[in-house]
């Protein structure tokens, strides 16, 4: 009997070879296969550590706010409502960092809401601002005062992730104010 299985592997020795081949085909296709799915993992977790490094290092620029008075927060004064006034030492819009980290290319610009195009439209840019900084823009008091402002500041994190804080400012009084990431 063991002769009988040995005969029949020596008559048929080229379909051996055969089947060999083709399982070392089919563990090469699976190895593929199984590395893709270890790739799609790994990218997986570089994004999750490269969002956990961006959530301990995210800027956020914004205008400088102080409290209103409690009698004035609560009522409407000069057709605004809010409980935070805009911040302008020396009698000029202070722009901060907020956040946690380094904002760069920083650009701001200031649109009125509501007022035709013969009214100022202010704007500027900043290489960077790092966490607790405060900068003095060249715009005056002023100007905000009396009028509805659409602010936008538009910055990037060391990371390369886009950032625009808006906010509305009515007569000097905040009264909107969103922080987004901006899809790139």
């Known amino acids: 009997m063991f002769e009988t299985i040995i005969n029949w592997f020596r008559t048929y020795e080229f379909i051996a070879i055969w089947l060999e081949g083709i399982a070392l085909g089919a563990i ?3 190895d593929r296969v199984d590395s893709g799915g270890q790739e799609t993992h790994a ?6 550590s490269q969002d956990q ?6 800027p956020c620029l914004a205008f400088s706010t102080a409290p209103r008075g409690a009698e004035e927060a609560i009522l409407e004064i000069g057709g605004a409502i809010g409980t935070m ?18 904002a760069i290319n920083a650009r701001y610009s200031l649109t009125p809401v509501g007022q035709n195009a013969s009214v100022a439209r202010p704007s500027g840019y900043l290489v960077w601002m790092l ?12 100007l905000l005062q009396g009028t509805e402002w659409e602010i936008v500041v538009a910055y990037e994190s060391l990371g390369g992730r886009k950032y625009r804080t808006k906010s509305t ?7 909107d104010i969103k922080f987004e990431q901006v899809a790139e």
């Open 85 to 102: 006034n805009l911040r302008c030492p020396d009698g000029q819009a202070q722009l901060e960092n907020i956040g946690n980290g380094p």
């Open 28 to 30: 090469f296709i699976w």
């Open 131 to 142: 966490p607790g900084d405060k900068f003095l823009t060249p715009i005056a008091r002023g």
């Open 53 to 58: 490094v961006e959530a301990a290092q995210k």
């Open 169 to 175: 400012v009515n007569n000097l009084v905040l009264t």
């Open 43 to 48: 990218i997986a977790q570089l994004k999750a």
